[in-house]
């Protein structure tokens, strides 16, 4: 019996409540996949675009961000870089840089409850089941509880990718943040 078919029996033999969790669980799954995929990158690139600017003002080949540099746009409406534009810059600059992070924090506390609301709703289904059998045992309960524990696993499985996602890009926020406050440090020591 291949994955598919293995796969389409055990919806089969599920619940409606089951296969709601189930399907709550995969799009948690698809979520978290695409904010990670979506912001690692993009966060990726802002910080190579900052090393750049970082780099040119530190070895003394310019006397400002570089055009490129998120700071950019706010250094423009000032006459004299300071440390409040800066900090203002650097704090929208974060803000973006972490959002979906709340999203990912969500998936990963609360997908492994929805996943044993899922087991414990299909374990009582197969005792109710079972009740009205002659003759359980365990040959037939332990399929049937092993079937439901699925749902446990996969909410188990969906917390572990977006606790660990949370954490890669809240490290590459991090280092976003390192890299425009060392370029505003420079700047505002080479005015003093």
């Not at 599920?14 to 399907?23: D, K, P, Q, R």
């Not at 979906?100 to 109710?128: C, K, Q």
């Not at 977006?162 to 991090?174: S, V």
């Amino acid at each position: 019996m291949g994955l598919v078919e293995t796969l389409l029996a055990y919806i089969d033999k599920s619940s409606a409540i089951t296969i709601f969790i189930l399907g709550l669980l995969s799009f948690y799954l698809f979520l978290v996949l695409w904010i990670f995929i979506y912001r690692y990158f993009t966060l990726k690139s802002k910080i190579k675009r900052e090393k750049i600017s970082l780099k040119k003002i530190y070895t003394g080949h310019s006397k400002n961000v570089d055009v490129d540099s998120l700071l950019t746009p706010y250094l423009s409406k000032v006459l004299l870089p300071n440390k409040a534009i800066f900090s203002v810059g650097i704090n929208d600059a974060i803000k973006d840089a972490t959002g979906g992070l709340t999203a990912l924090s969500i998936i990963a506390s609360t997908s492994p409850f929805i996943g044993l609301f899922g087991t414990v709703v299909a374990i009582l289904e197969t005792f109710s089941s079972l009740a009205t059998k002659n003759g359980t045992s365990i040959s037939i309960v332990a399929p049937a509880i092993s079937e439901a524990l699925v749902a446990t696993a996969a909410g188990i499985a969906v917390a572990t990718f977006a606790y660990t996602f949370h954490l890669i890009l809240k490290r590459k926020a991090y280092e976003l943040n390192v890299m425009l406050e060392s370029q505003a440090d420079l700047i505002l020591s080479q005015k003093v």
